[in-house]
C-alpha cells in the first residue's frame, strides 16, 4: 500500500511539474520574480502549495519507512529467551 502511495505522489508530481529545479520551485513559493517565468507553472497559491507539499512527502518518505520499520522490529523484553532490560549485542545474536 505505501508503495502504491508514493508512486501516486510520483504520478501527481509529474503531471504538475515538468524537471523543475527545487530552488525554482522554493522561489515560487516565495514569490520571487521571474521563478514560475517560462516553465508553464500557474502562479495560483492553491497549485505552489499542493506541489511543495508533494515535494514534503516525496523527501520524508525514507525517513518515514526507516520509523516504521524500527517500530515493526520486537524489543528485547518481547523476545523469548531473554531477560527484561536486556538486549544482545549488535553481531551477537545466535540464529533460531
Given at each position: 500500500?505505501?508503495?502504491?502511495?508514493?508512486?501516486?505522489?510520483?504520478?501527481?508530481?509529474?503531471?504538475?511539474?515538468?524537471?523543475?529545479?527545487?530552488?525554482?520551485?522554493?522561489?515560487?513559493?516565495?514569490?520571487?520574480?521571474?521563478?514560475?517565468?517560462?516553465?508553464?507553472?500557474?502562479r495560483e497559491t492553491e497549485t505552489l502549495s499542493t506541489l511543495?507539499?508533494?515535494?514534503?512527502?516525496?523527501?520524508?518518505?525514507?525517513?518515514?519507512?526507516?520509523?516504521?520499520?524500527?517500530?515493526?522490529?520486537?524489543?528485547?523484553?518481547?523476545?523469548?529467551?531473554?531477560?527484561?532490560?536486556?538486549?544482545?549485542?549488535?553481531?551477537?545474536?545466535q540464529p533460531p
Amino acid at each position: 500500500m505505501a508503495v502504491e502511495k508514493e508512486l501516486d505522489l510520483v504520478q501527481k508530481l509529474r503531471n504538475s511539474l515538468h524537471l523543475v529545479h527545487e530552488d525554482v520551485l522554493m522561489g515560487a513559493a516565495r514569490g520571487e520574480d521571474g521563478a514560475c517565468q517560462g516553465l508553464g507553472i500557474a502562479r495560483e497559491t492553491e497549485t505552489l502549495s499542493t506541489l511543495l507539499e508533494i515535494h514534503e512527502q516525496i523527501c520524508r518518505a525514507p525517513e518515514k519507512l526507516e520509523e516504521r520499520r524500527l517500530a515493526g522490529l520486537p524489543s528485547a523484553e518481547d523476545q523469548a529467551g531473554l531477560p527484561p532490560g536486556n538486549r544482545p549485542a549488535q553481531g551477537t545474536e545466535q540464529p533460531p
